[in-house]
DNA sequence: CAAGAGTCTATACAAACGTATCGGTCGCCA
DNA sequence: TGGCGACCGATACGTTTGTATAGACTCTTG
């Protein structure tokens, strides 16, 4: 698969995923223009020259991750490849800088992050509400397991440390989705969603 | 309840407070030796004299909370007090600074946050072993099962939004805390544990 | 080939920061 | 009562930061 924009592979794309990188590991505040200009290997006035300010070069982070997630959603869920391997390769290989970089945003208070959280909690309150016509609080069931599956992503490096094993390696992820699903009552990710998940998971694991 | 230690209540305690209370809202490297002594009324010099380095008053919090925490859990949990109304009157009124000081050291790399993460899967790796004797993986189980709980607290500021009510108010506490007994498998609490906490929720629900 | 837009580096500067230092005030005890 | 230590404020200094500016190189285009 090919990069989300024809601008990617440039000096500007290589600026970007280097803030992403930095940002997510150091917070914003703490991550310099000069440290992203030695990370990216260009002198720092040429990352001021793309992107003009740090707060410019965050928002370009931001709407960034957000395409980039809203695509694999498209071609992942909305096109059924949620199967293929090229497509699960491709997610493995591309999605964890980014997903590092969105957990840390959601703290360090990114409006962008924010959008994205809300926009969760409704897709998975209209899951449930779906699945489930009683008068629970499904807004409050949907918050929480919205925050609980992002909380695993915003706390990848304790989760890592406690597993022994990278959350973005294979076997890490295997086990952490296996765990997720051992923990959480299966009706609320939908039987049918849960199903799908436990096969794929089944699958993959089946193929090492 | 009296502070947790006598020297609380004096300039150095409010000095730290504040400091907790800005470290949570926006990150250390963010926070400003300046803006702490604004928001405790004192000198930016007095703070210094009381902690040295910006570091030092760092671990200064670190060590509070993990002190503070410890103390809670021997008097609640050791001690049967969950369910005593001045216990749990004393913890809502306490305890939400600490928690959100305690999310953000999470994020920010604070060694005493990364130790209390490692100290609360352990102990609920051991909980979980001791309910169940199968070959599960419960060293994942019990790592997803923490971050899961504390992602809620690195996220609080997003599940109030999402909820339309504080976390750390009493309606929000309760929503969410009924969701999590919703969502989670009441086995991996221990049967005995959850039917302790929804009863005690339930009280609280009936109190008011 | 000339020119200009795009790309990149080097240097400079004002602001903000952590921290060190000095001076002052209050309370306690000999 | 006198002084001494703890507590507190004001000021200053060196560093780091974001950003502005000026110049050099490259590549396309007319």
Excluded: W
Excluded at 51 to 56: D, I, M, Q, R, V
Excluded at 167 to 195: N, S, W
Excluded at 198 to 205: D, S
């Amino acid at each position: 698969m090919r990069p989300i924009s024809e601008e990617d592979l440039t000096t500007r794309a290589r600026i970007r995923d280097a803030a992403m990188a930095l940002f997510a590991e150091q917070g914003v505040k703490a991550t310099t223009i000069r440290g992203i200009a030695e990370a990216a290997k260009v002198s720092p006035g040429l990352v001021q020259h793309h992107f003009g300010t740090k707060e410019a070069l965050r928002q370009a982070c931001d709407e960034y991750v957000l395409s980039y997630l809203r695509e694999q959603v498209t071609v992942g869920v909305t096109d059924h490849n949620l199967d293929k391997p090229e497509f699960i390769e491709n997610v493995h290989r591309t999605a964890p800088p980014l997903m590092k970089y969105l957990g840390r945003a959601l703290v360090d208070g990114s409006p962008a992050a924010a959008a994205m959280f809300d926009e969760l909690v409704s897709v998975t309150e209209e899951h449930l509400a779906d699945d489930d016509r009683s008068e629970a609080d499904h807004r409050a069931r949907a918050t929480v397991l919205t925050a609980m599956k992002l909380g695993i992503t915003v706390l990848h490096e304790h989760v890592s440390r406690a597993l022994g094993t990278d959350l973005y390696a294979p076997q890490g992820a295997l086990r952490v989705g296996k765990a997720q699903l051992d923990l959480i009552r299966p009706e609320f990710l939908g039987r049918e969603l849960f199903d799908q998940a436990r096969t794929g998971l089944e699958k993959v694991e089946g193929q090492r």
